[in-house]
């Protein structure tokens, strides 16, 4: 088993940042594929970016520009900074995991692991 923690959500204005933090613990693969996906009220769950252990990184087109995912394998963390934050991108942010075996695709149902999520709120 795999645990992760979300940290850093918040409030922020337009234009405003934060960075996103997940740890993992537990029994964690040597090479795992680590994603950010948010889920607004009403609205489907959305991957954002992944990341796999070697540190290629892909993000979605919405966010491509103003977010970046990177990773700190020493501390079991990645982290997603989000620059230039829009209304639309308020919601709840949730890292997940799954062994590079599974591949690294942003299938959100071919994730093995989940963390609780954390609030974003971008708001004037």
């Known amino acids: 088993q795999v645990q992760l923690v979300e940290s850093g959500g918040g409030s922020v204005q337009p234009g405003g940042s934060l960075r996103l933090s997940c740890t993992a613990s537990g029994n964690i693969p040597s090479n795992n594929c680590v994603a950010w996906f948010r889920q607004a009220p009403g609205k489907e769950r959305e991957g954002v970016a992944r990341i796999n252990t070697a540190g290629f990184a892909v993000l979605v087109d919405s966010v491509k520009g103003r977010f970046t995912i990177s990773r700190d394998n020493a501390k079991n963390t990645v982290y997603l900074q989000m620059n230039n934050l829009k209304p639309d991108d308020s919601a709840i942010y949730y890292c997940?995991?799954?062994?590079?075996?599974?591949?690294?695709?942003?299938?959100?149902?071919?994730?093995?692991?989940w963390g609780q999520g954390t609030q974003v709120t971008v708001s004037s």
């Open positions: 997940a995991s799954k062994p590079a075996a599974h591949g690294c695709s942003l299938g959100a149902s071919t994730f093995s692991f």
